[in-house]
T-cell receptor, first 113, second 114 residues
């Protein structure tokens, strides 16, 4: 079975500082990888996804993530955060063809002025 | 309207009530999902429907009963719930089989069981 571990439940950073949200997964077969963001009182919005090809994936709002197969990681990064990035971020994996997203526990990103 | 719409946004119900959650997608997708989001727990997949047929029931108690009358609508019928069922229920849709992977989520229904 697949599993996803988000190593940090909370990450506080100052505005305009860089941030990295960590995600590791376990799977014995090929997977697709996703990052979602959830703003307060809202559903989940897709930030970016890795299906194949280049291991560096760029998403919306200036976020990017790098797929590292040997380390089974898919960390999310942003070089300079804004107050509006305050939200909960979820990493998710899907076994190719399985049609079942498995989520991590989420990381709450708090931006301080 | 566009995207995935869920109603109601908030619901408070007693343990003996019967209520339904509604989800509608305007994206032409062929698959729909119910997820449960509880505090301190990862999102849990509850049900999957492909072309109106249920393809996944993730060991969900029978007090939750899904219904998918067509590819655009999904319901979750609730009866005799427990307080631990209080959570945010999220509906999602996707287009399977085309390589355009990615789920679109609704804003959710915040359910409180009293």
């Amino acid at each position: 079975a697949q599993s996803v571990t988000q190593l940090d439940s909370q990450v506080p950073v100052f505005e305009e500082a860089p941030v990295e949200l960590r995600c590791n997964y376990s799977s014995s077969v090929s997977v697709y990888l996703f990052w979602y963001v959830q703003y307060p009182n809202q559903g989940l919005q897709l930030l970016l996804k890795y299906l194949s090809g280049s291991t560096l994936v760029k998403g919306i709002n200036g976020f990017e993530a790098e797929f590292n197969k040997s380390q089974t990681s898919f960390h999310l990064r942003k070089p300079s955060v804004h107050i509006s990035d305050t939200a909960e971020y979820f990493c998710a994996v899907e076994v190719q063809g399985a049609q079942k997203l498995v989520f991590g526990q989420g990381t709450r990103l708090t931006i301080n002025p | 309207e566009t995207g995935v719409t869920q109603t109601p946004r908030h619901l408070v119900m007693g343990m003996t009530n019967k209520k339904s959650l509604k989800c509608e997608q305007h994206l032409g997708h062929n698959a729909m999902y119910w997820y449960k989001q509880s505090a301190k727990k990862p999102l849990e997949l509850m049900f999957v429907y492909n072309f109106k047929e249920q393809t996944e029931n993730n060991s969900v108690p029978s007090r939750f009963s899904p219904e998918c009358p067509n590819s655009s609508h999904l319901f979750l019928h609730l009866h005799t719930l427990q307080p631990e069922d209080s959570a945010l229920y999220l509906c999602a849709s996707s287009q399977e089989g085309t390589g355009n992977y990615g789920y679109t989520f609704g804003s959710g229904t915040r359910l409180t069981v009293v």
